[in-house]
């Protein structure tokens, strides 16, 4: 395998494993808010900053999710667009079922992805 490969899967499967040991601790505890509580001044802090912590890890996962996507793109192992589609419409897949339940918006994949520079750029 070529040098610049080996780089290349080497920051590829760094990034996944990055991703995936942050992801149990990324999001904090916010399970007291299904409780009801006084909402005295430092537990109404306390909940500000959880609240404003969880959001910025969503959006560090999301920001890490479509490196790892540009990555595979970029060293050609992305699967072709119908597949990824077909994929993404599954109705078994529990975590996006659970966000069209609810009515949150989802990002188009194809967007996102073109969004990011090709890892050429950035010299790997």
């Known amino acids: 395998m070529p040098i610049r490969m080996q780089r290349r899967l080497g920051v590829l499967y760094e990034q996944v494993d990055n991703g995936y040991m ?8 916010l399970l007291q ?8 001044p430092s537990v109404r ?20 999710a479509i490196q790892i996507a540009a990555s595979i ?3 050609g ?12 419409s599954v109705d078994t897949l529990k ?3 659970q966000c ?4 949150h918006p989802l990002a188009d994949w194809h967007k996102a992805l073109d969004a990011m520079p090709d890892i050429d750029k ?3």
């Open 22 to 29: 942050a992801s149990g601790r990324a999001m904090p505890p």
């Open 33 to 40: 808010l299904a409780r009801p509580m006084p909402l005295d």
């Open 45 to 64: 802090a306390d909940l500000i900053m959880r609240i404003e912590d969880t959001r910025q890890a969503k959006a560090r996962q999301a920001s890490g």
């Open 73 to 75: 793109r970029d060293i």
């Open 77 to 88: 192992y992305k699967p072709d667009d119908s597949t990824v589609d077909r994929y993404l």
């Open 95 to 97: 975590t996006i079922a």
């Open 100 to 103: 069209r339940e609810a009515g």
């Open 122 to 124: 950035k010299g790997f």
